[in-house]
């Protein structure tokens, strides 16, 4: 039987979605130097990665994330806490490279395989549960939810996958991925890392989406601001079984709490562009303003390396050969670019000179 989940789209749910598209419209024009865009996306990656394992348990701050990260420090006696960290922030990376690759069910036991993975960054898929698994409050040991049985488990997933795909001109993305989320949690196919996987299943979904935000936003950050909150809103049913409501359950009030958490996070992200656009910035400013948005875009290329070829302008933009040619070529006119070689074939190009001090 075909996944139908139970909602409605209220008036609150319309007016955050509304406000969202507003401001990714905003945060797309700012005129923000790579630079600045690469610090903002390496911090939400650190912020995304600190929140969503502290929401599980992790023990770490921020700042000793980041050391994690770097490989600046060892904790001792935290050597779980240095695993889980390095294993999120490798699936979060992981995703945002393999964005543009469908969503299957080998998209999700990879990424669950990098979450588990303890920074490893060759992994096997992992396959779903092969017996039941159950959660309990951890102070009284009462059982809190008992998820479905794992021989249902292979089956309500291909359900839950097909949803998605058949869905994604139907509703709003940011709908979209608050269902993704909540069943992907609601089935809990692995004995654990299912939160961590629910999470960045629903990032994945927005990415896909066009709700990526340059990779500048940090949903994780919200739910642990206030962590009750998010377990109520994705606590659904009148059972803590799920054959006993928990299946059919209305989700309207988690997929307000999403949405929600989504516009709390990107006007989190229009403030901090806004700071970090405005801190001895201005010249740099005005220049990025003269620049079109598909000359924002190439601008990007140039973070890791002085020359391009015609075939990034062709992936990046997802144009043919002999568009991105003609790209370029425009480019060079509007002075934009310069031509490193003159040869046909893998023609290259370096940043025009002005330009470059927006890169750094």
């Not at 139908?4 to 945060?27: S, V, W």
């Not at 921020?62 to 806490?81: L, P, Y």
């Not at 979060?92 to 303890?118: D, F």
């Amino acid at each position: 039987m075909p996944y139908k989940p139970t909602f409605i789209i209220t008036p609150k749910m319309t007016n955050a979605l509304m406000r969202i598209e507003a401001l990714k419209e905003i945060i797309k024009n700012l005129p923000i130097t790579p630079g600045v865009m690469k610090t903002l996306r390496e911090t939400a990656r650190l912020q995304s990665t600190h929140y969503s394992t502290r929401i599980e348990g992790n023990r770490l701050t921020q700042k000793e994330v980041e050391q994690v990260i770097k490989n600046k420090e060892s904790f001792t006696g935290r050597k779980r806490d240095e695993l889980e960290i390095k294993g999120y922030y490798l699936a979060l990376e992981w995703l945002e490279n393999n964005v543009a690759q469908p969503l299957t069910e080998t998209t999700i036991k990879t990424i669950h395989s990098l979450v588990e993975g303890g920074g490893r960054k060759q992994v096997t898929p992992t396959q779903y549960r092969d017996g039941q698994n159950v959660i309990k409050d951890s102070a009284t040991g009462e059982i809190v939810y008992l998820p479905p049985e794992s021989k249902d488990v292979a089956e309500l997933m291909s359900e839950l996958i097909a949803w998605i795909g058949d869905n994604k001109t139907e509703l709003p993305c940011p709908i979209s991925a608050a269902i993704a989320h909540y069943q992907f949690a609601t089935i809990h196919p692995y004995y654990d890392g299912n939160g961590r996987t629910a999470r960045l299943l629903a990032t994945l979904v927005l990415y896909q989406g066009g709700y990526d935000l340059k990779g500048l936003f940090s949903l994780e950050e919200y739910y642990a601001r206030d962590l009750q909150a998010y377990y109520n809103a994705i606590s659904r049913g009148n059972h803590h079984n799920y054959y006993f409501g928990r299946a059919d359950a209305d989700i309207t009030r988690w997929i307000e709490y999403f949405v929600s958490g989504m516009l709390d996070s990107f006007e989190h992200v229009k403030k901090r562009a806004e700071e970090a656009q405005t801190k001895g910035k201005t010249d740099k400013s005005k220049l990025m303003r003269a620049l079109n948005p598909k000359q924002r875009q190439v601008l990007t290329l140039f973070e890791e390396q002085d020359i391009i070829t015609s075939k990034d302008i062709e992936t990046l933009f997802s144009f043919s050969a002999r568009s991105a040619r003609l790209l370029c070529s425009a480019f060079i006119k509007e002075g934009f670019l310069q031509a490193a070689s003159s040869a046909n074939r893998n023609r290259t190009y370096r940043l025009a000179e002005k330009y470059k001090v927006l890169i750094g």
